[in-house]
Every structure is written in C-alpha cells, then in structure tokens.
C-alpha cells in the first residue's frame, strides 16, 4: 500500500522478538504485530533501532520484514529500516525491502565514515534514486553521530527526495525550527515529521508533529493512541496526563545493572521483558552480545507494568 | 526580597550592555531592565551565559549585577549566575552576589575539571551552606560538558539544596522525567523547573515546568509573557502559534558568518544587535574576543525584527 | 598462510580502486598490491577505513578480498576487515573472508549500538568461537565511538581471543600502557599491536609496538619501510628523519575544500588522487556519496609528491 | 628571570598542597618546590590543572604562586597558569601573575564559551598584549573542549605572540605535523613545544619537542629528568625503557573507586597519595568537592611506589 501523505499517527518501531538460541521468533513478532494492529496503530516499522536490526543478519531482517508485512495485511503502511554504514549498502536493503513488500524506507545518514552535509544530502537523493518508495530520513545522532539539521532536511523535502523525517535526536527545539520553517514553505501536508521523543509527544503534537514513533509502543500502545486521540482532539492536559502516565512506565527500561550491561541492551531488555511478562512474546531474549537482564531487574519491569495498571 | 517558591513565569536571562571601549554600560543596562519590568517579566536573571558572564571580569561583574538589582527595585526577584569553574571559586561570587543585593544564586556543576555525580552533588551542598540565599543548579551541558540527571538533582531538591533548576539542557525528555518524578515525591510545589528550551516552551508549560528562562525575552519579552500567560489559561493552541513566531524569530541568532565567527558569538551579537536597532540599548558590542556581526547581519536581523512585528 | 606470531612490519591498509563507474578496480587493484608488495610489505590489510569497506557492498568487497588474496599469492598474510554494526554481521563477513582466501580478520566493536564493556569483550570471544583465522582487534573510536581499553583488551590477548590489535585510536599514551602491561604478563611475543599513528610510527615503535598500518603507505610504501627498518637496527635518529618527511607528505590528505567536502573524502581521495598521478591506479574516484577532489585540489596532491620526491 | 628561548627540559606542573582545612600549605608547596629544584628540573610550572588551580580561589591563586616563585629565587623560570574561562579574566590572573614574580604564563583557549578559531587567535593576541611576560598557549581538549590546531598555532607563534605550546592533548600525530611546520617555518629555535603526553616522552622528544610537563614528575622528577638526560644523549634504548617504568608507575593515579569519585579525583589524590607517603607533603588532601581516596587505595598508591623502587 501506499503511505498517506503525510503520514500521520502512532508507529511503533517493533521489537524484534528472538528465539532462545537467537533465531526471529516469527510467530511472537506476528503475535505482537497483531497486538498493535488491534490496538489501532496506523502503520508498523520494522528494522528501526529498537527492532535491533543493527543485530540481525541479512537474512534475519529479510525474515522479521516479511513477517510483519504479512502480518500487516495491508490494514496499516510498514516502514522498514535500513541501517546500514552508506548509500551503496543501504540501497541493497532498499530493494531487499521493497521486494519484502514494505512501504516505505527509513535511512539514517552514513555513519562509521565521517561525512559532510552536501555528501548527506546526496546520500539521500541516491537512495531515492534505487526505489519507488517514500523515503524517511531517520535522525539518530546517538547512533549515527550526526545530526540531520533543517539545513539538510528543507532541501531534500522540498524537493520530494524525502517523504518526511523520524525525529529520534531529541533536540525538540530543532524540530520546532524544521517544523516552522517547513509550513511556511508549504510542505506541512506532504513532508511528514515524526517524532521518537517518547517521553514528551505531548509537546511535540502541540508543536505540530505529524506522528509518533514510540519504542514504548510496543509495551502501551493504547497509552500512545490515547494520548494520539486526546491531543488531536485539543484535550491537551489530558494528554500530558497520558504522557506522565507513559513517562513513569518508561522507567522500565532503565532495570539493568550498569555496572554489568549497557543501558541499549537495558532498554531493549526492559522491554522485550515486558512483552514476555504480558504474554506477548514467548521469549525476553535480546540479539547478542547484549547482556541479558537479571531476575531482579525483571522484577522491576513487572512492578512498573503493574504501577501502570498493564497486568491486570 | 525572597524569590516566591516555588518560581514561576518569565525570567529573562538578561543581555550586558557593553560601551565602545568594553566596560558594563549600565544607562542601557538599567534601561533594558526598566523595559523587562514593565513588559511584567517575573524575575530577572543577571549574569548568566545569554549576560556574557563568563566574559566579564568581578569587577564589571558587581557592577552589572549592582545595576540590575537597582533597577529591579524590589519589584521582581533578581537571580545572580557565578559562574566559575569551582566551588570555591563559585562560593566567592555567591558571597559577592548576596553583598550586591542578589534573591538567589544560580550555579552550574564544576567545569573544566572533570567531576564525579558524587562530587556534583557535594558541590551544590557546600554552595548551599555557604550562603543564605536559594541556589538554582543551572543544567547547561554544551558550556559545562556534564549533564545534571534527575539522580543528582532530585536528591538536592529533596534535602533543601536546591530551590530549582534552570535547565538550559534542551533534553526535554529528561526533563519530562525530572517533573514527574519531583511530583510524585511531593515537591512539585517547592522546586522549580525553569526550562532554557526557549523554542519549545508551549510545550514545557504543558508538560509542567514552572517557568521559562529565555535569551530572546530580552528582545520580545510580550511575546513570551503573551505565550505564558495562553498556558496558564489553557489555551494551548494559543501558546503554540506565539511560539511558532518567536521560533521564527529566534533566526536572529543565526545571522552570522559561520566562516568568520562563532555560533555563541552570532547569537549574542544577534540579541544585542536587535537591543540597539530597536533603541533600547546604546551600542550594540559583545565582548572581547567575539567577532561582531558584519552589516549584512545586522541588516537579517533588523529584517527578522520587521516580519515579528516588533519595529512597528 | 598462517600470519607469524606476533605479525610484525608495513602492513598497508590498502585503497580499493573503483572504475568511473563505481565498480571494484580489479586491475588496479591487483596493480597496487603488486607495487606494495615488490616494496617488500609484510602483510596487506584489505577492507579497512582506508579501503572505503565501509562504502562498499558485500558483492563488491568480495571481489576486492579476492583479487587482493590472488595477488597476494601466499607471499604476505592478507588481513580482511568486516566492518559492520555487530556480532552476527561480522561474522557473516568472517565466514566469507576465509571463504575468499583471507589469512586473519580485522574487526572492531560493535557500533551504531551503544556497548558496554563486557559486551564488547563477548563480542570479540563470539566472533573468535565463529572462524578458525586469528582475529585482531580494530580501536577506531573516530568511526566506532568506543575506545577499547586495555581493561578490554588484555584478559582477550591472554585467553587466545586475539591475535593482535589494529589502534588507530591516536591514543598512544594508552598504547603504552597496554604494551607494558601485555609484556608483564608475558604476551608480548604472542600478541602483535600495530600502529595506526602514522605519523608517529618512530615514537610507536621506540615504544614497542609490532608494527604499523599506514594508510599513506599506500602511496609510499618504501618511506615506511626504510622508517621500520632504521628503527629496528636502533638508527632512531634516522627513522625520525624519515617520519619528518612522511609527515610532511601526509598534507596530501588536506587538499579537499572544507567548505564542499568531507575530511574523509578530502584523505581518500588524496590516497587515490596521489596513486593515480603515480601511475598505480587507473581512476581516482572515491565512492559516493564522497565528494571528488576539485581539479586545484590534485594540483596540491601532485605538489606533495614532488616535495616528498615520489615523482622524479 | 627571562625563561630561556626556546624552553626546553622538564618542567613539572606543581601539586598545590593543601592543609586538612583547605588552605594552601604553604610549607609543604615550597618543600615541594625544593625536591624539584635539588633534582634538578629546568622549570616550574605552577597553577596548573595538575596544581588544582580551577579549584583554588584567586587569594590561594596568589599564594601559591608567590611561594613557588619564593623557593624558586631565580634558580629556575615560573610559568604560572591562569585558568579561567576568557579574555579579560585571564588578563587580570595575568596581571596578578607577574606583580607575583611569574617568568611566564600560561594560558587556554577560552572555555564554557564555544569560540571560533578566529577569536581564539584574537584571544591569544589580546592576551599577550596585555602583558611583558612570554605567552604559552595550553592545549588542554579534555577540560576546555577545544583543540588548539597548528592552523591556530603557527600564525601566533610566528608573529611572537606565542613563546611556546603545552600539549596536552594527547594527540601526538597533531603535535608531530606542527613541530616539522615550525622547523619549516623556521620557528623551531624559537617557539617550544612541551609535550604533556607524560607516558609518550621518549617518542615526543624523539619526534623534536623540547620539554615535557609531567604530573608524575611531582612525584619522580628523577626518573623524568634521567630519562629526559638519555634521549638528549641519543640512548633511545635507555629512554625507552625509563619511560616504561614510569608508565607503570602511573598506575598511581587510578586507585580510586571509579563508583564513587572521579578519574581526575583519582589522579590528583593519587599524586598527593604519593608525595605525603615519601614524606614530602604533610597532607594528602584534595580541594573540594574531590572525592578523597580511601585508604585501600593509598594502599595501592604505596605499592606502586615500593614497585617503582621509589620508598627505598
């Protein structure tokens, strides 16, 4: 199917829910994919950061795609991402992608190299250039350690090489500027921004954000649609409720211990703990070398679950 | 006088008019102050990072704080940054700062030297016990290199260290954390949360920040009371179009030649450019070694000063 | 072949020749490894930085790891970087490496995801369990964001993990620890370390390490040699001397104009730039999205090779 | 006294010991002085980082310096440093620094402010206008996160506003390329390059800096001085093999619990650790909020000494 332009919504970068001796486990993704769906949110991503796909091989991500777009069914737009180090070897998961049946392509800026703004942008308009499908930047300065600046975005919106913009920096000031900047150039109605600011969507939809791409969505999509609906419905404190609501409950991917893990594989942890807790998954497995969580950090995610009234 | 606790409203961190030869031009200081109080600002924060402080020496300090707290009157507090890079050394201006007439001292982490969140959490206790006055930790990682996290903050606000923070982090996530988690000790009503994210106080209001510290109230301080006062009233789509505007307006900062001069320098000469073209202040001059704006600049930034209607 | 134990000497990382069109050089290529190889090199390092891994797709690196492995000929081990974001990738990568032929693989930390330390050092051990050729580490924190630290890399020099260590961390304080550490422990005769501070070769080697990987090497391979072969006849005075001049020669890396391009690109493409002039390799083109050099740009390059005397 | 042109020797850069109080022991800061001077060192180098001078208040400032240059009566230059965060502060500690007897000062980029190249060349300019004394430029990334460039250096140290560079920033390659630009430029009798890379010194004085400013050289300014005396001898073998003894030795400065204090914390209690255990110093305190090392860890600090055959 063809993305809405723009689009618009709650997308949840899925977990990528493995096996215990580290294989897909297809139908715990389908089984999520599902949960989400059912829930209402309007499109999928697959292969994003918190769907490990910098863990997954080749042939992994070409699985864990192609089980969410059957699972998709065509009801909600997937997205998938394409991580990888530059243009030649992203686009290779461009067309892998689209031969999986994605929607849509979700591309960081080169990363391992170091790269100039003009090499960005062109970066991009080559791997526009290899697909027929809508094209999202994916700004990840953590992981890529490059921010996507308005500077390099306008351009590439303006020109119909992207199709909108994940927002995963968390500058929300720049994505203030973005979003005024792209209005009075009349893109707010086909370049699409999408913020990964989980933890203050509230604001970023009052800022006048097309969607949202929470990792917590996994874990609470109805907290995430709700405070979707409250906000375009103007009920905003009501939506900083809901978003308070989900804050707390993001403090369940924070249960590693640092002094033995890292806070990527407590976060990813944290949460595949909690799909397993909720009987959505059958595994909390995480892609190695992660570090597992402990039981006692999976006491934690359960207690944070149940204070967010989850298990009932 | 007492600064109310908690804080609440528009603080303008307050620009430091410089004559020609670089001394503290205190005519034009007062009268930038005198313009803050009428417009109905809240408090009046001297001698932070937009003041040029780190550039000023004690001398010219005492004396643009002595202005400003004469100025003031009594009508609105006065916060007093000290910047340095220690607590001792910090303690010394936190002395000086309450001999001047300051209501409350606002402090960072120590910065040059590399310091422990252990140590951090020392430094405002000692910074505490040396001085009568409320002491605001200012979160400013892109000029401190540290970031103050909830786990050293909250602590300080439960024992009485700290009355606030003024968080210049642009982290609004963390922040969003930082409010919840201060609520649900029972603080929410005596630390304050004063957020620096000047483009994005639509929503930090939302999210409950108690006030907003920005450099460009300097220029347009009805704008930021105008937004402050459409959130207190719950008229958010209100406080989001007049944040659209200061955003736009907010290009001011960046008039200057990145190949000549610095961000910092093109922001501050930006804001004092803007002063001067709009008669408030006498000279337009950043201190040494800043580069001043080029003509072309100053002439962007009378032009961004035309389209917010502000030269009317 | 079996690489010595501890590997020692000149071991280029060596550029990848690409056609106008984007395709592996294999002519070229071949032709390079000739030329280092009549220098009298003691090994080559295919798929490196230096050899734009990074920019090259899986089909294309294996096409340049055989014609290296088929001119290489058994004369000199051939160590193969598999530069990729984690463990399962990479080890795809080394599974394909000793298919094509490869003598020992180069492979740093995981990246695009944040690591903890014991995740790294599992990393490393789940590769070494995955491929019978030895394994040395690759310290590039400029490219991978993590520095692997002696606590790292010491327990995986003394249990067998590694082979050796590639730093190219430009931290040679911590190299000298390392190395004095290594030979308290005995390893010094088992584990290699080789230097990626090619301008500090004679200080790295009057310190210790094994030997060097340098990019420049590429283009004057017999600079390094006689460097490596005063220093390990004692004649310190003289391998200074010759890293003065390679030193000088390294300008051809800063040729590119900032304003256009990357400094990546820039170096690359002096590399390439320099042994097309040379006559080595038929096309100077980096892969994209890299900017070329500018025709002015090559006229540098050439000046430095005639300053280095290279081209008489 | 006129420091020599160029510089050249081992210039350690002072501990400032404290009392249990905090006040500067002004009896153990001039025994200190005495052990470097009887050992022989070429310099003294106070207030700097390693002297805890971003601790210390302008008043300590004073009278540390004063006591440094008092056990120094001439025998040896005094370069002061004068920490702070721009121009005009650092003109007044200039000031302050030769009413106090300083030969010399210096000084860094400024810091807490993002400056560009160009004002950090004014800055220095400024500077030395702003004094008699010869001017040093401190590279010092890991406090004022800046890097001072040869592009920076070369045109000050050309136009005499530079008497020399202390690197510390560890990154030897940089400091490579601008000691062959200086000897090109025919600086090199004139502009002195003392490295701070105090576990590289064999390779920095093979590579043509012309003295080093070591930290543990508070502590064994014997060692340094032998191993400065072999290399000016040409006995690299003997150079080499005293630097890695003091490589080990370094050791001293991470017995600190990295869960509760700092790395700085750690090397600065370490050094102290070390001087108050040989009997040179009457209390090992750091200035606060340093965390101080507990005793296991003065411990530790002892049997490194007792390896180094430092307590016989």
Redesign the interface.
């Known amino acids: 199917m063809c993305p809405p332009v723009p689009l618009t919504g709650v997308i949840p970068p899925m977990c990528t829910p493995l096996t215990p001796t580290?294989d897909v486990d297809t139908r715990s993704l389908a089984a999520l994919a599902r949960r989400l769906l059912d829930a209402g949110v309007h499109g999928l991503f697959a292969l994003g950061?918190t769907g490990e796909a910098?863990?997954?091989?080749?042939a992994?991500r070409r699985t864990a795609l192609e089980t969410v777009v059957d699972a998709a069914a065509g009801r909600v737009p997937v997205l998938a991402g394409v991580?990888?180090?530059?243009?030649?070897?992203m686009r290779?998961h461009a067309v892998g992608a689209a031969a999986s049946g994605a929607d849509a392509i979700v591309a960081t800026a080169?990363?391992?190299?170091?790269?100039?703004p003009?090499?960005?942008a062109?970066?991009f308009r080559?791997l526009r250039a290899g697909t027929e499908l809508p094209l999202f930047a994916y700004d990840i300065p953590?992981?890529?350690?490059t921010k996507l600046t308005a500077a390099i975005v306008l351009p590439l919106a303006a020109d119909g090489t992207l199709a909108g913009l994940k927002d995963s920096s968390?500058?929300?000031?720049e994505a203030?500027?973005l979003l005024?900047a792209a209005r009075?150039r009349g893109l707010g109605e086909r370049f699409s921004v999408l913020t990964g600011?989980?933890?203050?969507v509230?604001?970023?939809l009052?800022?006048?954000v097309h969607g949202v791409v929470p990792g917590l969505g996994n874990v609470d999509p109805h907290g995430y649609l709700r405070l979707y609906a409250h906000a375009r419905a103007?009920r905003?404190?009501e939506?900083?409720a809901e978003?308070?609501r989900l804050?707390?409950l993001?403090a369940l991917t924070e249960t590693g211990d640092p002094?033995?893990?890292?806070?990527?594989?407590s976060a990813l942890g944290g949460f595949k703990a909690a799909l397993h807790l909720l009987g959505v998954i059958d595994c909390p497995a995480t892609?190695?070398?992660?570090?597992p969580l402990e039981a006692a950090a999976v006491d934690r995610v359960r207690k944070f679950l149940d204070d967010a009234g989850l298990t009932a």
Chains 1, 2, 3, 4 share one sequence.
Do not use: C, K, N
């Open positions: 580290g950061s910098a863990y997954l091989t080749d992994q991580i990888d180090t530059t243009t030649a070897r290779d080169p990363f391992y190299t170091r790269t100039h003009a090499e960005i062109d970066h080559r953590a992981a890529v350690h968390g500058q929300v000031e203030r500027r005024v009075d600011s989980e933890m203050a509230d604001g970023a009052l800022a006048g103007g905003w404190a939506a900083a978003q308070d804050a707390a993001f002094a033995r893990m890292g806070g990527s594989s892609a190695a070398p992660q570090v």
